[in-house]
């Protein structure tokens, strides 16, 4: 059985990238919120409870009954090592000042297992307006600051460590070497989940799970659907049927391209031309969300059409990825809903199909790198991700087959210039945005009145968060100026440096 971390999330920012530090040392690990605690099982190696946005003084602070993890190592970050702390007889008071930034180990227990090769004055980072004065007896003090004299304890006789700075943000110059110490000294983790490791479990457990079942999965020539086909494929082979799906909100040539690349890799792929049916039940939103409940509802009713064209379907598969589940789940203090995601949530009765997902637990960087084992080419692992509802929320306000027309052209040329400059594979996501304004310009020696464009451009692992991109202002200059004088309806491009947070990737 898979060993594995689990991490309860008291609502802290920093929550995923735990997740992602562990895993990037080959360990295994889910997140789960604090008020929803899964069956420990014998596969479970450890116990890391994160920080939160709460003060343990408050009445409403996350509480959690910590007698579950008595036989388990536990690493408290944060929060968590301040709850242990309050709830053992230890003494949580406001800072005067809030402890934010970074800071440096003054004292360091050096024989401590949580602080091997790990050196006196090891830069850390705080972010915590309470802080623990005082810990009971029965703790071991096992590291400090000049301003925080408990920044780790360890409590006596068992495997339950706590600290007050944050290991997982790289601004913690020895965060990974003490989460490995944490994950293999401790918890005894062997550090064997690789990627060829995931596809040979997956592919087994697909093979178990579906049998000879037929499974039908909507493909999307995104890395996510690909990576799932192929796995898909590998298990069941002719069984799986892909439909590729026009909704008329594709970039441009993109339905042709897709079903082109995809001729030689051997999967069983109909392409369906629905782009009709999906602007008409467009016409008239312009409310975000209820633009994403349109096309979910339109491809859910001709997705079913055509998978009832296959006979005796049992299973539809899909590309959902541990990011489209987290950012799905709504509980007091951690992840509060963003968005609806087009493929989280349960199906329609009507559709009598049990659900498949066979990278459910996995973070977009590690999608692509279960691509690559699977032998992949660059083309579909290196796409950019392009969402769901396609360039119907990157459109704002009422789609129209003009204004996705312009998009499509301004998009492409925006996309093939990042290219042609070698720029496309440093970004992890770019794309166009139609503006619902429109502004003054001259063209010759006539004024116009017409729209504008906003590229998109972000850096980022995961899409968790991400920063804006420095792209050359030369670069900007042609693409604005290709997009002004090619596109017709356009006179005006603007660049957005907004960072997630605060902002989210889409527009909408």
């Known amino acids: 059985m898979l060993e594995k971390i689990i991490i309860l999330d008291f609502g802290s920012q920093y929550t995923q990238l735990i997740a992602r530090r562990v895993r990037e040392l080959n360990v295994y690990c889910e997140i789960h919120p604090f008020n929803n605690i899964p069956e420990i099982t014998s596969n479970v190696k450890g116990i890391i409870l994160s920080g939160s946005p709460y003060s343990v003084r408050q009445e409403d602070a996350p509480q959690v009954d910590l007698k579950k993890f008595d036989n ?7 929060y968590g090592a301040q709850y242990i702390a309050q709830q053992t007889g230890g003494e949580v008071q406001a800072s005067s000042t809030r402890e934010y930034g970074r800071a440096n180990l003054n004292y360091v227990a050096e024989s401590n297992k949580l602080f091997k090769n790990i050196a006196l004055d090891s830069q850390v980072w705080m972010s915590h307006g309470d802080t623990i004065t005082k810990i009971p007896e029965s703790f071991e003090l096992i590291a400090s600051t000049d301003s925080v004299k408990v920044a780790a304890y ?49 592919i087994a457990a697909l093979q178990q799970q579906l049998g000879d079942d037929k499974v039908v999965l909507a493909l999307s020539g995104g890395v996510d659907s690909s990576v799932a086909a192929i796995l898909l494929h590998k298990a069941i082979g002719k069984n799986l049927h892909c439909i590729f799906v026009d909704n008329g909100l594709l970039r441009k040539d993109e339905y042709a391209a897709v079903l082109e690349q995809y001729k030689h890799l051997g999967l069983n792929i109909k392409g369906v ?46 590309g959902t990825i541990y990011p489209d589940i987290i950012e799905s789940v709504s509980v007091k203090g951690p992840s509060a809903t963003i968005k609806s995601h087009h493929n989280v949530g349960g199906l329609p009765d009507f559709m009598k199909l049990k659900v498949v997902e066979p990278l459910n637990t996995l973070f977009k960087d590690e999608v692509r790198r279960v691509g690559r084992s699977l032998g992949l080419e660059h083309f ?3 796409r950019h991700p392009f969402p769901g509802p396609g360039l119907a929320i990157r459109i ?18 925006y996309i093939n210039n990042l290219k042609e400059a070698g720029l496309y594979d440093k970004v992890w996501q770019a794309g166009a945005i139609f503006l619902p304004v429109q502004s003054v310009g001259v063209m010759g020696d006539e004024r116009t009145y017409e729209n504008a464009i906003a590229l998109r451009a972000v850096e980022s692992v995961d899409g968790m968060t991400a ?38 990737i889409e527009w909408e």
Do not use: M
């Not at 997982?168 to 490995?180: A, C, F, M």
């Not at 312009?286 to 299973?315: C, M």
């Not at 704002?396 to 040329?413: F, H, R, Y």
């Open 72 to 78: 388990y190592p536990v690493l408290a970050v944060c």
């Open 396 to 413: 704002l306000g009422e789609v129209t087959a003009e204004k996705v027309s312009i998009l499509q052209e301004a998009d492409a040329i």
């Open 273 to 318: 031309d629905a782009k009709d049916r999906f602007l008409s039940q467009l016409a008239g939103l312009s409310d975000p969300e209820l633009k994403r409940k349109a096309i979910g509802r339109v491809f859910i009713e001709v997705f079913d059409d055509e998978a009832h064209q296959v006979q005796d379907v049992k299973w539809l598969a899909q």
């Open 154 to 202: 360890q409590v006596k006789g068992t495997a339950t460590y706590a600290i007050q700075f944050h290991p997982e943000v790289t601004h913690s110059t020895d965060g990974k070497q003490l989460l490995e110490n944490f994950l293999v000294d401790i918890c005894g983790c062997k550090q064997e989940w690789t990627p060829d490791a995931f596809v040979e479990t997956t």
């Open 380 to 382: 579909i692992i290196g």
């Open 467 to 504: 920063d804006w991109c420095h792209l050359p202002y030369n670069v900007l200059a042609k693409i604005s100026n290709e997009i002004i004088n090619k596109v017709k309806g356009i006179n005006r491009v603007v660049y957005d440096i907004s960072s997630k947070p605060p902002a989210t």
